[in-house]
């Protein structure tokens, strides 16, 4: 008798974990990972293999060589942001992001951002502080993200309704892919005179930067600038989005954390951060691909398996977090996954930190006694945006 092959049995059904929103997702997860360190699922019509311990999903993140970014991102993103650091490997990815990596390190954003971060916090809560209730997620988290990339661009404030749009039709890419790649070409038309202007006269922008840095001695071409220019919107937009939302609707659902952060937000909101990215990372599941047939870890994998890494399974995993369903801000432990690892990991990790700091610092400071209107509580449930992957809460109607 021969043994099974990896991908013969489904360990679950009648959920697709591409596009379901599967309500109780941390449940099912909990119940795959008590039987098997992964799991065979559907996906997107195919079978994957879903990776569910920390372990797993750690070693995997870090070996490119057997899941190369490139195989899924090539198939995914490139027809709509193009050649991305994403679709790189090898010397081509090392160089790109010897460029950009300068523009969004540490002491970089504290030089060029910060300086944008709290006053556009400021702005978007003076549209709406007086009037004692809001949406936080339509009027605060939806736009501030985008607002803080467009503004580090250095692109004109009077064109960010129509910035806004494009990387809302980027972002909703697997559900409209025409609006996505009209929103590409449109923005690559509006940017193409505002690069060769920073080429001519660079500033203090991050366009500027990008030109005028090199890595080994090669410089980004304009095409390479403007991919990366588009992966900002859905890499760097959607996913604070998704983070501030998250981290959010776990405070307010948990008034007793939101006071303690309140009391003492110098030393709370760091852990409040870190906590909200490991109990609901934005990036939940991240797909990749096996590209040729491997023994790895005990799994004969073959050629062409689509791989499932679960970064919330992972967060949420017993051998390695105590009670790992409660939000507790107590933690104190740092859930790196967030952010990916290896040499695709996100390269705008200090920049998110900085922006989530801020957002929720100002947010505490102006509107003292934040609390989620009593007929909203199911507002703040954490659902799936634009498939199963990404997760964030659809609305946060609060009062102050
Ligand atoms: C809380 C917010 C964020 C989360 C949770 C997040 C998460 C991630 C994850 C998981 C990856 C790895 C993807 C993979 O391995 O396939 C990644 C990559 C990336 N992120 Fe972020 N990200 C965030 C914010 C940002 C920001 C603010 C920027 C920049 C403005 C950014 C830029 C990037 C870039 C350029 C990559 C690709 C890196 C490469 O392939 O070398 N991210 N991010």
């Not at 989005?241 to 609707?249: K, V």
Request: hydrophobic fraction near 45%; glycine fraction near 6%.
């Amino acid at each position: 008798m021969s043994t099974p092959a990896l991908l013969d049995q489904l360990d679950i059904e009648g959920i697709d974990f591409a596009f379901d929103h599967i309500p109780d997702l941390h449940a099912t997860l909990a119940d795959l990972r008590s039987r098997k360190p992964y799991a065979i699922v559907p996906f997107a019509g195919v079978r994957a293999v879903l990776l569910l311990t920390h372990d797993l999903v750690r070693a995997a993140f870090t070996d490119e060589q057997t899941f190369p970014a490139s195989a899924v991102y090539r198939m995914t993103t490139e027809p709509v942001l193009g050649h991305t650091l994403q679709c790189m490997t090898g010397r081509e990815h090392r160089i790109a992001r010897g460029v950009v990596a300068p523009s969004l390190r540490r002491n970089r954003i504290a030089e060029y951002l910060e300086p944008l971060l709290e006053p556009l916090a400021h702005e978007l809560i003076d549209r709406f502080e007086s009037r004692g209730h809001a949406d936080l997620v339509a009027e605060f988290c939806v736009k501030y993200p985008v607002l803080v990339i467009s503004r580090m661009l250095g692109l004109p404030v009077d064109d960010e309704a129509v910035v806004h749009r494009w990387a809302h039709d980027l972002f909703y890419f697997p559900l409209d892919p025409a609006a996505a790649v009209r929103a590409s070409q449109e923005f690559t038309d509006y940017v193409a005179p505002i690069l060769a202007a920073r080429r001519a006269d660079p500033g203090d922008d991050m366009i500027s930067l990008l030109v005028t840095e090199s890595s080994e001695g090669e410089y980004l071409t304009d095409e390479q600038v403007m991919a990366h220019l588009r992966l900002l919107f859905p890499a760097g937009a959607d996913t604070t989005m998704l983070a501030l939302g998250n981290i959010l609707s776990a405070l307010l659902t948990h008034p007793e954390q939101l006071a303690a952060v309140q009391a003492d937000p110098a030393t709370e909101i760091g852990w409040a951060i870190w906590e909200g990215l490991r109990w609901e990372p934005p990036v939940g599941l991240l797909p990749r691909a096996c590209p040729e047939a491997v023994e790895w870890n005990g799994l004969s994998i073959p050629a062409l398996t689509p791989m499932i890494f679960s970064i919330n399974a992972a967060h949420r995993d017993p051998a390695v977090y105590e009670r790992p369903d409660d939000f507790d801000i107590t933690r104190r432990s740092m859930s790196m996954l967030s952010f990916g690892q290896g040499v695709h990991s996100c390269a705008g990790n200090w920049l998110a930190m900085a922006e989530l700091e801020t957002a929720l610092r100002i947010l505490l400071q102006r509107l003292p006694g934040l609390r989620l209107k009593p007929d909203a509580a199911t507002h703040a449930t954490i659902v799936a945006q634009v498939g199963t992957a990404l997760r964030g809460p659809g609305a946060l109607h609060v009062s102050w």
